[in-house]
C-alpha cells in the first residue's frame, strides 16, 4: 500500500463531494487508481474522457504511482 493525496475537478468533485483527499492504496500505477476510484465513487466518466497527472505534470495511464505523490484527475470541461 502507498499514500497518495487526490484532487478532484469538475464533474468527479462533484461526483466524489470532496476537492482533495489522502488515501491508502494498494493500486500501482495512475489508471489503476482511477479504476479503483470509479468502483468506490460511481465516477462515470471512462479513462478515455480523462487526463492523469502526477505532481502537476500530465502522464500516461500506466506511468508508476509513487509514496506522497499528488494525483489528478482532470475531466473534460465546458466553457466558453
Given at each position: 500500500m502507498i499514500?497518495?493525496?487526490i484532487q478532484y475537478f469538475a464533474i468527479l468533485?462533484?461526483?466524489?463531494g470532496l476537492a482533495r483527499e489522502t488515501l491508502a492504496t494498494p493500486a500501482q500505477t495512475a489508471a489503476a487508481l482511477y479504476e479503483e476510484?470509479?468502483?468506490r465513487h460511481g465516477f462515470t466518466l471512462p479513462t478515455d474522457r480523462v487526463r492523469a497527472a502526477i505532481n502537476e505534470e500530465?502522464?500516461?495511464?500506466?506511468?508508476?504511482?509513487?509514496?506522497?505523490?499528488?494525483?489528478v484527475f482532470i475531466p473534460p470541461v465546458a466553457g466558453g
Open positions: 499514500t497518495v493525496n468533485r462533484e461526483q466524489r476510484l470509479r468502483a500530465f502522464v500516461a495511464w500506466e506511468t508508476p504511482l509513487r509514496e506522497g505523490q499528488t494525483v
